[in-house]
């Protein structure tokens, strides 16, 4: 029985490393917090990669559900709140960074919505302007919250009162997870699948001439 509590003891100090180390997730040297708090609901990472321009890296980015989703459809139909969380890697145009969103909101909205969502799509990009740079570690957060709305967070300051359209968060979401993302390998990183679980991408070639590129596209061998 002497054996049995130093044993106890080590088992239990294993089970604490393990549980600090799963407190955080690195993602080209930006941690994410496995859970996160909005709107006194605790949120789990669903997913976090990173945002590529030809072979640079410009940001990190952590998506938070109530649930695990693995799919757009359950991601943006999951229940209470949500959570988009950005880290910029390199020093950006803040205006320039605004005026993408809106691309990419547009690159995956119908020209109804988007006419209907148009005085909030102008603020956010507004919201951006303002900033002027974004430099390397500089963070947004953007938060769903029921009954309050879309919260766009800045450098940790609030940006105004929250946009009250029930669809604008899912609108934002659909900028990484829509049918034309900003970037497929961060689609499918946020929505935690590999690559056995992700769908052919449109237009992907197929067969042994195809591999994936360092940063994330498709080449041509």
Not at 133 to 148: Q, Y
Not at 161 to 180: D, T, Y
Request: with cysteine; hydrophobic share 45%; proline share 5%.
């Amino acid at each position: 029985m002497k054996f049995v509590a130093p044993l106890l003891t080590a088992g239990m100090l294993g089970l604490a490393c393990l549980g600090a180390q799963a407190q955080s997730v690195d993602v080209a040297d930006v941690q994410y917090a496995s859970v996160a708090e909005v709107g006194n609901t605790k949120l789990l990472l669903n997913g976090t990669g990173v945002r590529y321009k030809a072979v640079f890296q410009v940001y990190t980015a952590g998506l938070y559900l109530a649930r695990k989703a693995h799919t757009p459809e359950e991601a943006l139909s999951s229940p209470g709140p949500k959570r988009i969380a950005v880290s910029m890697l390199r020093p950006i145009d803040a205006t320039e960074l605004g005026k993408l969103f809106i691309r990419g909101v547009e690159d995956n909205t119908s020209k109804e919505d988007m006419y209907r969502l148009m005085a909030g799509l102008v603020r956010m990009g507004q919201i951006f302007s303002e900033q002027k740079m974004l430099a390397k570690g500089d963070t947004f957060v953007v938060d769903w919250v029921p009954g309050t709305g879309t919260i766009i967070t800045v450098k940790g300051k609030q940006q105004g009162e929250a946009f009250k359209e029930p669809e604008f968060f899912n609108v934002l979401m659909r900028i990484w997870l829509g049918h034309h993302p900003a970037d497929w390998k961060l689609k499918d990183a946020l929505l935690d699948r590999g690559d056995d679980m992700a769908p052919l991408r449109p237009n992907a070639p197929v067969g042994v001439a195809a591999a994936a590129s360092p940063q994330g596209g498709i080449r041509r061998q």
